[in-house]
């Protein structure tokens, strides 16, 4: 079986501050990882994903996240928050290979930026 | 443009009354997933299908039925069994292939009245 923890239902920021948004996950063999982006009233937008080659893995906007096995964790960062990164972010992770590509989903951490 | 359309954006529903959300892809892909959001609960699968005419239950597929007659389309019926359907119903599609990314829909949001 396989689970995603998002710790932090809401995070506030402040403008050109770092984000840190943190993923958990469980996963009885090696997992692919998954960070979503999603604006109100819309689609689910892919950040970036990690599928066992460089743990650190670069996605759009400027964010990345960092696979650490040992933590079992998959933690997004941005360096410095823009009022745009407002939204919701999901951790996702795909682990079970006998059930193609089912994506097991994180509750979702919303960003509030302030000014 | 190659992409994902859900359709309609709003659909309101009267209780006991059967409701079908379309969802079609002109991407070429194997996978289609449909997709239940609700307030803090992130995404929940509902039915996936890997291949034409074959498709598979999610983790709360009760009251709802799905066909894949078609590559491109993946229709969901919320049918009157299901107990609480208001939400928001997100559509995907992947190649099905390992870490294939999923593309997601706009979502449609049903509210029953």
């Known amino acids: 079986a396989q689970s995603v923890t998002q710790l932090g239902s809401h995070v506030s920021v402040s403008e050109g501050a770092l984000v840190l948004l943190r993923c958990n996950y469980s996963s009885s063999v090696p997992p692919y990882l998954f960070w979503y982006v999603q604006y109100p009233n819309q689609g689910l937008q892919l950040l970036l994903k990690y599928t066992s080659a460089a743990t650190l893995v670069k996605g759009i906007n400027g964010f990345e996240a960092e696979f650490k096995k040992s933590e079992t964790s998959f933690h997004l960062t941005k360096p410095s928050a823009h009022m745009s990164d407002a939204a919701e972010y999901f951790c996702?992770?795909?682990?079970?290979?006998?059930?193609?590509?089912?994506?097991?989903f994180g509750g979702g951490t919303r960003v509030l930026v302030k000014p | 443009d190659g992409g994902i359309t859900q359709s309609p954006k709003y659909l309101f529903r009267k209780e006991g009354q059967n409701v079908t959300l379309s969802c079609e892809q002109n991407?070429?892909?194997?996978?289609m997933y449909w997709y239940r959001q609700d307030p803090g609960q992130g995404l929940r699968l509902i039915y996936y299908?890997?291949?034409?005419?074959?498709?598979q239950k999610g983790d709360i597929a009760e009251g709802y039925s799905v066909s894949r007659e078609k590559k491109e389309s993946f229709p969901l019926t919320v049918t009157s069994a299901q107990k609480n359907p208001t939400a928001f119903y997100l559509c995907a599609s992947s190649l099905n292939r390992g870490a294939d990314t999923q593309y997601f829909g706009p979502g449609t949001r049903l509210t029953v009245l």
């Open positions: 996702a992770v795909s682990a079970d290979k006998a059930a193609g590509n089912k994506l097991t």
């Open positions: 991407l070429n892909h194997d996978a």
């Open positions: 299908s890997q291949i034409v005419n074959d498709f």
